[in-house]
Nanobody, 126 residues
Framework: QVQLVESGGGLVQAGDSLRLSCVASGHTFSSYVMGWFRQAPGKERQFVAAINWKESITYYADSVKGRFTISRENAKNTVYLQMNSLKPEDTAVYYC???????????????????WGQGTQVTTSS
């Protein structure tokens, strides 16, 4: 049974940092792209960042570039999202996802991800 379990969300003030974790189990994700998405109330789920397991190639949405860093720890089947300089507009439920594809043009599209976690809430107050 495939599981992606996120943790690390919380309530912080603008300018603070948080680190989200996503532990993957039940499947071999060595060829998968791991991504982070977020969804704010009343808005569509949007791409945040992604990382290729093998080469550690990373991708970011323009809105988080320079503030967020995605990384992975293969031995623990874990992907992290380090979020610095948080802003109120970063408030959302953050989801971890896994997709079996290789075309980098596909990283930001939800339909290319096969497995999803349950999400973790991040709230940034001004």
């Amino acid at each position: 049974q495939v599981q992606l379990v996120e943790s690390g969300g919380g309530l912080v003030q603008a300018g603070d940092s948080l680190r989200l974790s996503c532990v993957a189990s039940g499947h071999t994700f060595s060829s998968y792209v791991m991504g982070w998405f977020r969804q704010a109330p009343g808005k569509e789920r949007q791409f945040v960042a992604a990382i290729n397991w093998k080469e550690s190639i990373t991708y970011y949405a323009d809105s988080v570039k320079g503030r967020f860093t995605i990384s992975r720890e293969n031995a623990k089947n874990t992907v992290y999202l380090q979020m610095n300089s948080l802003k109120p507009e970063d408030t959302a439920v953050y989801y971890c996802a896994a997709g079996d594809y290789s075309d980098p043009d596909m990283v930001s599209s939800i339909v290319n991800y096969d497995y999803w976690g349950q999400g973790t809430q991040v709230t940034t107050s001004s």
